[in-house]
């Protein structure tokens, strides 16, 4: 019984492993968009507003600020115009 379980328990676990990774490469790739394009954070901001506190908050705990209120001046210029 040994033999056959074996080769199971190490599929699951290459399974577990590839999802991890997968996990986070789109976690990257999430964060990559967010850093880069500002329209994107702001239909991120009305889509999925705790994600994007996440993402304020991680770049202020790595010591980059600036990144919500320079957003928040930007959207309320373009909402009076």
Not at 34 to 50: A, E, G, I, W
Not at 53 to 80: A, P, Q, T
Request: no cysteine.
């Amino acid at each position: 019984m040994a033999p056959t379980t074996q080769p199971l328990a190490r599929k699951i676990v290459k399974g577990i492993i590839a999802f991890e990774v997968a996990g986070l490469a789109g976690m990257y790739l999430l964060f990559h968009k967010m850093n880069t394009n500002q329209d994107f954070r702001h239909t991120m901001s009305k889509r999925f507003p705790l994600i994007l506190e996440v993402y304020y908050k991680s770049n202020e705990w790595s010591g980059i600020r600036g990144i919500r209120e320079r957003d928040e001046e930007k959207w309320l210029n373009n909402n009076k115009n």
